[in-house]
């Protein structure tokens, strides 16, 4: 196996980070933008590009609630999501027994 | 004026992600990210556990001489009730803040925050009627205050982690209620000594536990 076959979704920096933060939500809890934001340290323009990357592909879910005026965007990892992660995962193990 | 780093390309300088790095990034996010979501911070549970003993202890040295056991005299009981307020403070803040921006099934429901209410109220509020009633100072002011709110409590916490297939938690209450029933066999005056060794151990084995849960590592063994 070589790094090209890691999922290219995933093997982004950015991408990773917030894969693997929501990875570490307790199962079917969901995250708000603002906290996600917080945590993994970027503008909301740049974390939106990188979020919309990974619903398209159905690795994460949004949800948006309204709470009075304020409206909440809410994220999660999918199943799908949460199994392409593992293999990723898998993939890092293997590659790096490998080296 | 600054750019915005173009995050959506791979890392490295000649475009690649080394996989060593992807791998050191992937342990260091989810740990991370562990440690936020914890609602339950190992350094509090350590300081309560080390806190508990102590004002426990001081309990059970003030109690441990009388014969017949009659109560904890006042010098002790402001200790008693400050930690069981800071302690109440301490727990809702560092749960707050650890919960934030977080939704979904780990939040306590209503009904599951009211049920721990009642039990906490319920018990003093049978102790007043036992005082009432005319029961013995032995179990009204040393075998019940310690062990039914451990009991109970622990119990309770149990079941409602067990629905949630949190087996740690589950365990922690499980070994609160458990402190709860050893203390029931070591007497009035030994009851609080016994509370507090026991809930001294449960709390720093929560901590120890999530400290290996959270430094556990995700691509390593």
Known sequence: MTADELDPLIHVPTRLRIVATLAALPNGDTLSFTRLQDMIGLTPGNLIIHLRKLEEA???????????????????????????????????????GGL | ????????????????????????????ATQRARRQFEPAQPWLLVIRGV??????????????????????????????????????????????????????????????????????????????????????????YGLYPVTAPLILAGLAWAVITATRAD???????????????????????GSWLAAGIGLCVTLLGSAAVIVWRQRRSVVGP
């Open chain 1, 58 to 96: 159905d690795y994460i879910s949004s949800q948006k609630t309204r709470n009075g005026t304020v409206s909440i965007t809410t994220f999660a990892l999918t199943g799908h999501g949460r199994t392409a992660l593992d293999a990723y995962t898998q993939a890092l193990r293997d590659l790096l």
């Open chain 2, 167 to 189: 087996w740690q938690n589950c365990g922690t209450g499980l070994a609160v209620a458990i402190t709860g029933a050893v203390a029931l066999a070591a007497g009035p005056a």
């Open chain 2, 1 to 28: 004026m600054n750019p915005t780093p173009d995050t959506t390309a791979p890392a490295g300088n000649d475009g690649s992600f080394d996989p060593r790095q992807a791998a050191a990034l992937l342990d260091q």
């Open chain 2, 51 to 140: 806190v508990v003993l102590a004002v426990l202890g001081a309990v059970w040295l003030n109690v441990r001489g009388q014969h017949p056991y009659q109560y904890p005299t006042a010098a002790v009981i402001p200790f008693v009730i400050a930690f069981g307020v800071l302690n109440l403070i301490a727990t809702l803040t560092v749960r707050r803040r650890a919960t934030a921006g977080v939704s979904g099934r780990s939040r306590l429901r209503p009904a599951e925050i009211a049920v721990l209410t009642v039990i906490w109220v319920g018990v003093y509020v049978v102790m007043g009627v036992m005082i009432g009633a005319g029961v013995s100072d032995r179990i009204v």
